[in-house]
């Protein structure tokens, strides 16, 4: 375990595990389908590479890097496109996938966005959600865990750049990030 963590939360074969059962709804909800997936850079990078590979459906990737403005607890905030979508969705099932769900700003505002866009549909595959922290409510059609509020890094969360390499999940020590 790397010297910063106080704990691991979830080991490289428990990450798997929910990748698992992620990827067993994913196939049976888009039997016959095809998809986007739509990476949210950057934490998502490391989840999508092993979720993608468990998806039986005909699948394009693409990415996009996005973040929410504003403090409001509405959901009509303003969504900050930092990289965008190389592909048209319009007719297209789209998955965004992600690492974490905090307030719920950026997923609402995203999902809204690419439906905007003429998406067939758009649904969220998120590896992990903390319910605690929600602002805005938007539904997450895939959740790997819920867990509590704690600030976690590993398998592409970081903490200011960095633990984003780490296979697995776990709770930084306080004194690092205070
Ligand atoms: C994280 C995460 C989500 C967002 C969730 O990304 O990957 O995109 O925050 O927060 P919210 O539910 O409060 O909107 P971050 O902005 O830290 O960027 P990163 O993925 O590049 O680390």
Do not use: C, W
């Not at 005909?58 to 403090?71: E, K």
């Amino acid at each position: 375990m790397h010297k910063d963590l106080k704990k691991v939360m979830f080991d490289e074969g428990q990450i798997a595990g929910l990748a698992d059962s992620i990827a067993e709804r994913i196939n049976a909800d888009y039997e016959g389908e095809s998809l986007t997936a739509v990476v949210v850079l950057k934490g998502s990078l490391v989840f999508a590479a092993d979720l993608i590979r468990r998806i039986n459906a005909d699948v394009r990737v693409d990415f996009m890097q996005a973040s929410s403005y504003g403090v409001g607890t509405e959901s009509s905030g303003v969504i900050k496109i930092k990289k965008d979508l190389e592909s048209d969705i319009s007719g297209e099932n789209v998955l965004i996938i992600e690492d974490i769900v905090d307030s719920g700003r950026t997923l609402s505002l995203l999902k809204k966005e690419l439906a905007d866009r003429g998406a067939k549909s758009v649904k969220i595959a998120a590896l992990l959600s903390k319910p605690a922290r929600r602002v805005v409510d938007v539904e997450i059609e895939y959740i790997g865990a819920e867990i509590p509020d704690e600030f976690v890094v590993g398998y592409g969360l970081d903490f200011a750049e960095r633990y984003r390499n780490l296979p697995y999940i776990g709770i930084l020590k306080p004194e690092v990030y205070r």
